[in-house]
């Protein structure tokens, strides 16, 4: 195994772990924004609970990509710096934007009066709309890389304002949106209303993301972007996931909670497994690989062993975080925020 295809790999994972778990947050966001029924101030009460403990953590995901990102395949950064300027800035402005209102909005709202309650209103809804807009933005920029647009002669629109792109940033939101409703409906043990309405969500989102990757497999069909991309191998990925994500409904309908949030989970690690076979060996296609893009060897050294290190320490406090914050029901935390 090559020390490009290993640093690709390693890629791959991190934003699989991001999406696994940040992508839980920017969905639990969006719930937040469309919170209703008789227990709204229980849905976001959970959301918070449920987030405040680990959403920073979170983010160290995509601090990983980054940094091997420029390490290992700097050719391949400096193309996705140019090309994504435009939705690569807003998706920075989203998640500053989008960390600070949750902080703030848990502050303010421990006043009393009006002008407390004024104030919590305002932060909320700039941390849904933040959390609704990251994670679309974030798609369109892997539909842009996907579809072969991110050439080096296209300046800073073409690359990702188009059908495909656009598409692929509704599947990672309505994808995002699922995984955290399932995530939500085991936080909200012990509140019956209000997991109903988690519920119910996970139900008709999950649909939708059916629907929107449809769309997307359609579109890059008859735009002719799939094509030499779509071999036996992919295809067998694609068809899994599907009877993953059917099994993962069915269990949300049995109300089998556990079971679904294993089957979300899984159903995300098949999609990027089918993105990276489909994508394989291309970091930005048609002409960046990850062999072409490369650092000189003694960098690619240096840097696994830097990320093995790394591991070492990353990956049981981890463990250790959730072991703290998760082992009990959430809604008996007291931490927000920082």
Known sequence: MSLEFLLGGTILISLLFYAVLGGADYGGGVWDLLASGKSVKTQRKIISEAMGPVWEANHVWLILVVVALFTAFPAAFARLSLVFHIPLTVALF????RGCAFTFRHYHGHGDGHA???MEWRWGRVFAVASLITPLVLGVVVGGIYSGRATSDVGFVYGWFGAFPVSVGIFVLCLFAYVAATYLTIESDGHPEAQEAFRRRALWSGAATMVAGGVVLLAGETSGISNGRTGV????????TLVVALAGLLQVKKRHFQASRVLAVL???LIFAGWGAAQYPYLIPPDISIYSAAAPVGTLRALTVALAAGAVVLFPSFYYLFYVFKREPVSQSKHYGR
């Open 94 to 97: 989203g998640i500053v934007l």
């Open 233 to 240: 191998s992919v295809w067998a990925v694609r068809g899994v």
């Open 267 to 269: 159903e995300v690690a």
């Open 116 to 118: 407390a309650d004024e």
